[in-house]
């Protein structure tokens, strides 16, 4: 066990650690409609992240005068969900709904800004983003475009039917290549178009003694042949062009410098490729090289290295080894001005932590959720439990600790989890209460956001609720006033309520007070906290005078200490520091039990 800061109590005791953000208190978050860059780069939503996916981020800091940030493939460590106050962010290019604390790049200054600091016109760092890059099925005109860009590209294609079956003249299709990616996107493609194809492989000579192997998909049979002939015909849809072109760059592109280039021997094809293009907006320009046996003819994208990643990201080639110069390269990033900022009141937010600490959001350049700046900081002096910010870890080791502490002490139970947590089973618990209950010359202090949880446990435990047990919820602001009624069913000489960090006014909760014996309040505190109003601190207080419940008052909050608490400690110049009665909660505990 530790020592402990908060004021109300005297010691921690953490048998399991790990995140317990499910409400205000946790920072910086998007809503979960917020698409997010994927290492494959596809746009999709962040609501739909999960723990190992890998994304793509960029350097959270660059040495002075070291050039650009560079884009890094890096993975999802941690998802956690919130309900706050939230800002609709409108820019040139994007919009966003974040919460007021979510950091961004700065344009400006190449420095990091929060939310609420954003004012019209201020500039934030932008890498382009695309509709046509947002992860979904591909369509059939997709499909058809992919087949026919790539067996264009490196396809090998006859059809006579007038020559009807004349063995000299008979049907073939085949597409030999080294890339497994785009052999396997092809052939999935057909299975959808019910078009059958032998798979295997072959060796090709390079004519310098050099044999290479290659994987084959091949199909003679004249049914296939005309089912293929149905297909590769040319569509004018957006899908099409974005197929055709991915095939064809999966056969004959490439990527190399600053450079996408798409090239051929047939100049119809390259043209087409460039109509295609200019169609989805991109810049290209037609080139030519001669060489003593043939003319080559490329098309070639233009423009700043942000269209690179809109090209991946629109098109969505299967080739990912050709993408690669995205990633740990620099990027020149763009400037892109906030001409909206607006409250738009409480809302369901998400946020992750990756390896990098950034991610990409509606194309905005953007940081991980305040947690993981916990872990890096080492908050907690000598200790390892923030390697994984968000994981609830078990740490049975501990269990004893309170039966080691002779001295009877005021302990608070998980003060960097959720006891109630829905992935701590409830046999770990129960050791945890037993523990509590042999240590009884403690008195322990059960804080949690999930009082249905509690609940739920005590209909199965309750004869483990002892009198040296107080049980408790957190609500941060109106709209979770009812956990306090979860506390209405159990049994406890002490219930208590913390309205910390308290951020919005909380009206009339008389009826609450009287579920409980003692009120906790306190403001937010450290960078970036969130203001809290003296007004609703003051009407809490009011309240609990005339319902008899005790008052604690634990901090202003904010961002610097006044004699030792965030803010200071004091409400109209007087100190709150009230304890429950321990014999007027049994009293009241008695009388539940009648």
């Given amino acids: 066990m530790n020592n402990t ?53 960029f350097d959270e800091y660059v040495a002075s005068g070291k050039g650009n940030r560079c884009l890094r493939r890096t993975q999802i460590t941690g998802v956690v969900h919130t309900i706050t106050d939230a800002y609709e962010i409108k820019t040139t290019h994007s919009a966003v709904v974040a919460s007021g604390d979510h950091r961004w790049l700065s344009g400006n200054v190449n420095a990091w800004i929060i939310t609420q600091n954003l ?51 008979s049907p073939y299709w085949r597409l030999a290549m080294k890339d497994w990616e785009a052999i396997e996107r092809t052939k999935k493609f ?76 047939n100049v119809d094809y390259i043209q087409n490729i460039s109509s295609y293009l200019t169609s989805l907006g991109f ?24 269209e ?20 740990d390269h620099s990027l020149e990033i763009e400037h892109d001005r906030v001409v909206g900022l607006r409250n738009i009141g409480v809302q369901n937010l998400i946020d992750i932590t990756t390896g990098t600490h950034t991610f990409i959001a509606n194309g905005l350049m953007t940081h991980n959720c305040y947690a993981e700046r916990i872990a890096r900081a080492g908050h907690i002096p000598g200790s390892q439990a923030w390697v994984h910010a968000f994981d609830v870890k078990l740490w049975p080791e501990r269990l004893a600790q309170p039966t080691d502490q002779k ?36 008195t322990f202090q059960v804080l949690t956001k999930r009082p249905e949880a509690m609940l739920r446990f005590y209909s199965l435990y309750a004869d483990l609720f002892k009198s040296n047990i107080w049980i408790g919820v957190s609500v941060e602001m109106k709209q979770y006033l009812n956990r306090i009624n979860g506390l209405s069913g159990m049994v406890s000489p002490v219930k208590f309520v913390s309205f ?7 009206g009339d909760i008389t009826n ?72 007027q909660g049994m009293r009241q505990m008695r009388l539940n039990m009648i």
């Avoid at 695309?130 to 369509?139: K, L, N, Q, R, Y």
């Avoid at 149905?230 to 064809?248: C, M, T």
């Avoid at 090209?311 to 080894?321: E, G, L």
Wanted: hydrophobic residues 35%.
């Fill in 512 to 583: 609450y007070l009287k579920i409980v014996n003692w009120v906790i309040v306190g403001g937010e505190s450290g960078p970036n906290a969130r203001p809290m109003r003296v007004e609703w601190a003051l009407s809490i207080r009011d309240q609990c005078r005339e319902t008899g419940v005790r008052f604690f008052f634990k901090q202003m909050g904010g961002t610097t200490k006044i004699d030792g608490a965030w803010g200071g400690h004091l409400l109209e110049g007087g100190e709150y520091m009230e304890m429950p009665s321990q014999t």
């Fill in 119 to 169: 004012t019209m016109l201020s500039a934030l760092r932008w890498v382009g983003f695309d509709a046509h890059g947002v992860d979904a099925e591909f369509s059939r005109d997709y499909i058809k475009g992919y087949l026919t860009g790539i067996t264009d590209g490196d396809g090998t294609w006859r059809y006579e039917p007038e020559k009807g079956h004349d063995r000299k003249h």
């Fill in 283 to 306: 810049k290209t320009k037609i080139e030519t090289w001669k060489t003593h046996h043939r003319t080559l003819y490329n098309v070639r994208i233009e423009g700043p290295r942000r």
């Fill in 190 to 265: 057909l299975q959808l178009e019910d078009v059958n194809v032998y798979e295997g492989k072959m060796f090709q000579n390079n004519g310098h003694g050099y044999t290479s192997e290659l994987l084959k998909l091949e199909t003679r049979s004249w049914k296939e042949i005309e089912k293929l002939d149905a297909i590769l015909n040319p569509i004018d849809s957006e899908d099409y062009k974005r197929g055709y072109i991915a095939g064809f760059f999966d056969a004959e592109g490439s990527f190399s410098g600053a450079n996408i280039r798409l090239s051929n021997t």
């Fill in 407 to 442: 001295k009877p002490r005021l302990v608070f139970v998980c003060s960097m989890a959720d006891l109630f947590n829905e992935t701590i089973p409830d046999d770990y618990r129960v050791k945890i209460f037993e523990v509590m209950n042999k240590a009884s010359w403690h």
């Fill in 5 to 57: 800061k908060i004021q109300w109590t005297e010691m921690s005791w953490n048998p399991v650690w790990g995140c317990d953000k499910v409400s205000p208190g946790c920072k910086y978050c998007l809503s979960p409609e917020t698409l997010i860059l994927y290492a494959d780069w596809k746009w999709r939503p962040i609501g739909d992240a999960k723990v190992g996916d890998w994304i793509i981020g």
């Fill in 308 to 327: 690179r990643l809109r090209f991946f990201s629109v098109i969505q080639p299967a080739v990912t080894r050709k993408s690669l110069p995205l990633v």
């Fill in 500 to 506: 910390e960090p308290l951020l919005g006014d909380l």
